[in-house]
């Protein structure tokens, strides 16, 4: 199983991105999905999942900002990120909780200026 995420980068508050996570070895209809953060300080902490049927959960930070999807036919899971605010700011990792185990992609910076 491998995930790349990629994405992120340098916006300024209010803005948009769309991190992407391609992945192998990763059965989107049996496995969950999801995106932390380790933002300055902290620890790393869940901010979305996908469920193998779709269903979505956010945390209370992100709700009705940021978007949890995938595309079964290109093994890609994103975040669209809205509305970025500069406590947005942090290191994005995508992760997939699979029967063999748990896996995480490299982290992808994104920058919020204010």
């Known amino acids: 199983v491998q995930l790349q995420a990629s994405g992120g980068g340098l916006v300024q508050a209010g803005g948009s991105l769309r991190l992407s996570c391609a992945t192998s070895?990763?059965?989107?209809?049996?496995?969950?999905l999801g995106w932390y953060r380790r933002v300055p300080g902290k620890q790393r902490e869940l901010i979305t999942y996908?469920?193998?049927?779709?269903?979505?959960n956010y945390d209370n930070s992100v709700k009705g900002r940021f978007t949890i999807s995938r595309d079964n036919t290109k093994n890609t899971m994103y975040l669209q990120m809205d509305s970025l605010k500069p406590e947005d700011t942090g290191v994005y990792y995508c992760?997939?909780?699979?029967?063999?185990?748990?896996?995480w992609g490299q982290g992808t910076l994104v920058t919020v200026s204010s």
């Open positions: 996908i469920a193998s049927d779709g269903s979505t």
């Open positions: 992760y997939a909780n699979t029967d063999t185990g748990g896996y």
């Open positions: 070895g990763v059965i989107f209809t049996v496995d969950v």
